[in-house]
């Protein structure tokens, strides 16, 4: 017995049904939660009840680097980067090839430090994403970010994403 489709589609529409069908998945279902790198950057999760709290990484001079295997957030969960008055700026960086998925609120708490998140794989921030970020917030799938025209080795190696 042949059990093959003799359906005569056109490919057009067989197209529009297959993205109308995955577009009908909640982001919900496809957002990641945020996980270190295991690379020695230092990053730590500590995660309670909605709120991802982001400590630890590598300072070098008044700039503070994190390393995510997956950065996302699922409405209602909070990512609170933790930085101090000595800290200009916070670069996250997302290693596991994932595009990250931010439905809820990133905040940075414990001073005035600038943002910058990259992850080469992409971003999308729904309407529910919001931000509570005293400085400048920067989103960029480049793969490195440089300051002042140079960067030192180690500084190299903590921000130059695989």
Not at 41 to 46: E, K, R, Y
Not at 80 to 93: A, C, E, H
Request: with cysteine; glycine share 12%.
């Amino acid at each position: 017995m042949n059990t093959q489709c003799t359906c005569k589609l056109p490919k057009w529409l067989y197209l529009l049904l297959l993205t109308w069908v995955i577009g009908m998945q909640p982001l919900a279902a496809r957002a990641s939660s945020i996980i270190a790198a295991p690379d020695g950057t230092g990053t730590l999760i500590h995660h309670n009840g909605n709120t991802y709290k982001i400590d630890g990484g590598i300072q070098a001079g008044a700039n503070l680097f994190h390393s995510f295997q997956e950065f996302g957030l699922n409405p209602q969960e909070i990512a609170d980067f933790l930085s101090n008055s000595s800290i200009n700026n916070i670069v996250g960086r997302v290693t596991g090839g994932k595009t990250s998925i931010v439905q809820g609120l990133i905040q940075l708490s414990g001073g005035n430090s600038n943002l910058f998140l990259m992850n080469p794989a992409g971003w999308v921030f729904t309407q529910g994403a919001s931000l509570d970020v005293p400085g400048s917030f920067g989103a960029t799938t480049a793969t490195r970010i440089g300051f002042g025209g140079t960067i030192s080795t180690p500084t190299e190696i903590i921000i130059t994403a695989n």
